[in-house]
């Protein structure tokens, strides 16, 4: 929660929240026994427009700030630990239209997953 105030406070995005995990699934990650899966949606990401464009260019290497600061924390945060930390995003059309010509990315929907190794 840190991180994603600091992320907006600092300007890189416009509002960044996520995820409540309730105690079932904390206890059922406590006990190794299930994954812990975050969902951080940002809205209005400084870097978006060139996360878009490099990577229609073909580029595999673009400035996805928030995901590595995020990322990062919890891999330091876990790194004694045998959990590992994986994150995928998904950009998203806040607008909903039924025709992909129409698509027009306003957030990017970042999705963290702690398991054990």
């Known amino acids: 929660d840190e991180i994603l105030a600091n992320l907006v406070s600092n300007g890189l995005v416009a509002l960044a929240e996520r995820n409540q995990i309730d ?12 994954e812990i899966q975050l969902s951080i949606p940002l809205d209005g990401d400084i870097t978006l427009n060139s996360q878009v464009l490099l990577q229609e260019q073909g580029f595999r290497v673009y400035p996805d700030f928030a995901r590595f600061a995020i990322t990062s924390a919890f891999q330091q945060t876990l790194a ?29 929907l970042l999705n963290i997953v702690i398991d054990s190794n």
Do not use: G, H, I, R
Request: no cysteine; glycine share 0%; hydrophobic share 25%.
């Open 23 to 34: 105690n079932e699934k904390l206890a059922d990650w406590t006990d190794d026994l299930a």
């Open 80 to 108: 004694n630990t045998d959990q590992s930390v994986s994150s995928d995003e998904y950009y998203m059309d806040t607008d909903y239209s039924s025709d992909p010509n129409q698509f027009e990315v306003k957030q990017v």
